[in-house]
């Protein structure tokens, strides 16, 4: 199951305290493998004899491949590699949180590519059981300036989460403050200030209510007259000093 092969991970995935020294076995007898640079021994299997070794575990022990691709998500390096594990195990809702905790820096690092990438590798049935990945799609698309794809991803994650019964969360909240956004770079300004004239009666989160603010602002900026504009900017800078979230 792991691609690259230390004493470490292998002894935390099978439980085996010999690690080492089957892998100086394996090395020694040239098992198919590869020396890998690096700070400990570490060995790669080639990927033929890796892909039948793996075929031969599904099929004399299926019972136990979920367990195992739990343990080898917990020795992996990042992110990425943790979540990859999980959703060959089937472990949706384990892979999902990781995916949630590790977006904000992706995005920071504009590592939008990731985040497309990640979301695609869970199956389109567990994707129509998560809005939040429409959620987290939607988001990604505004980084990357695809709106009207934003748009759509947003229109199915608040779908989700009314069918769900979560039409009134924090996160649906959040849906209609995007939703709106896109709204503004399609044009469709009056739209978009029906939907934010009706969420800024209801209470949510300061993460929420900042950019709601600020889309106020942008539909005052498109009005004929520009005196309400520092009093709505101010309203969503004193919001975003108060929450003290860098993401923000």
């Known amino acids: 199951l792991l691609p690259e092969l230390s004493a470490a991970r292998c002894a935390a995935v099978t439980g085996h305290d010999d690690a080492a020294r089957l892998l100086d076995e394996t090395e020694r007898r040239g098992l198919f493998v590869s020396v890998l640079a690096g700070d400990e021994p570490t060995l790669a299997l080639h990927d033929l004899f890796r892909d039948c070794l793996e075929e031969r575990l599904a099929r004399e022990l299926p019972g136990d491949v979920p367990g195992l691709l739990q343990r080898a998500a917990d020795t992996a390096p990042d992110a990425q590699g943790r979540i990859g594990f999980l959703l060959r195990g089937g472990h949706w809702a384990q892979a999902q949180a990781v995916l949630e905790a590790a977006v904000p ?7 939008l590519d990731t985040v497309f990438r990640v979301i695609e590798q869970f199956p389109p049935a ?3 059981q998560a ?5 987290l799609d939607g988001i990604a698309n505004w980084a990357r300036g695809s709106v009207p794809r934003m748009a759509g991803s947003l229109q199915r994650a608040l779908a989700g989460y009314r069918q769900a019964g979560d039409g009134d969360s924090d996160d649906a909240k959040r849906c209609i403050v995007y939703h709106a956004v896109a709204l503004c770079g399609q044009g469709l300004l009056a739209q978009s200030r029906r939907e934010i004239d009706a969420l800024m009666e209801q209470p949510m989160p300061d993460d929420v209510r900042a950019p709601a603010q600020l889309v106020r602002t942008w539909h005052a900026l498109d009005g004929d007259t520009l005196a309400p504009v520092p009093a709505l900017y101010a309203e969503g800078i004193d919001t975003l000093q108060r929450a003290d979230d860098p993401r923000l």
Do not use: H
């Open 131 to 135: 809005p939040a990945l429409d959620l």
């Open 126 to 128: 567990r994707r129509q």
């Open 105 to 111: 820096a992706w995005f920071g690092a504009g590592a």
